[in-house]
Antibody, heavy 122, light 110 residues
């Protein structure tokens, strides 16, 4: 069974840092681009960042560019989101998600498997 | 501010068909595929449609998608009470080099 589970969220002061992790199992992690999406209370989903299957390509929303770094460790089947200089508007439930198809550097065909999310409160 | 515009709400009676529109531009829908998600409170988004009109395994054929130019739509036929949810279109946005979600449509089953 394909599974994703996020961790690392919590309550943090403005200006602080957090590293979110997304551990995975049940599929060949190194073949899939991975994405982070967040949902603030009362709002719709907002794409945050994506990383290609090899880690060689990374993508960021303008709202987090320069403050966030996405990375992955294919030996540990885990993707990370390092968040710095956190702001109140970063408060949200953060999901990681797997691209629908392997071997694409971008999530062009959407994300078919999602974790349950980890909450970040700034 | 989303580059993909959806009507804020849509409704229908059980058994009827409801259609949700998604309006974009040449740099998103016009150049890339459209995906649709369903979002229920307290749960992660669920992919309903990918590549404009393809259903992942397990998604009922009551859900169908289409795309024309810079617009797309999701149709739900045979509306059921469990279809009450928020629905979002999404696509890659070339000008931002990122993925964008639509503004969302709340579907109500009357």
């Amino acid at each position: 069974e394909v599974q994703l589970w996020e961790s690392g969220g919590g309550l943090i002061q403005p200006g602080g840092s957090l590293r979110l992790s997304c551990a995975t199992s049940g599929f060949t992690f190194s073949r899939y681009a991975m994405t982070w999406v967040r949902q603030a209370p009362g709002k719709g989903p907002e794409w945050v960042s994506a990383i290609s299957y090899s880690g060689g390509h990374t993508y960021y929303a303008d709202s987090v560019k320069g403050r966030v770094t996405v990375s992955r460790d294919n030996s540990k089947n885990t993707v990370y989101l390092q968040m710095n200089r956190l702001r109140a508007e970063d408060t949200a439930l953060y999901y990681c998600a797997r691209s629908t198809f392997p071997d694409y550097i971008r999530p062009l065909y959407g994300m078919d498997v999602w974790g349950q999310g980890t909450t970040v409160t700034v | 501010q989303s580059g993909l515009t959806q009507p804020p709400s849509a409704s229908g009676t059980p058994g009827r068909r409801v259609t949700i529109s998604c309006s974009g531009s040449t740099s998103n829908i016009g150049s890339n595929t459209v995906n649709w998600y369903r979002k229920l409170p307290g749960t992660a988004p669920k992919l309903l449609i990918y590549d404009n009109n393809q259903r992942p395994s397990g998604v009922p054929d009551r859900f169908s998608g289409s795309k024309s130019g810079t617009s797309a739509s999701l149709a739900i036929s045979g509306l059921q009470s469990e279809d009450e949810a928020d629905y979002y279109c999404a696509s890659w946005e070339d000008s931002l080099n990122g993925y964008v979600f639509g503004s969302g449509t709340k579907v109500t089953v009357l």
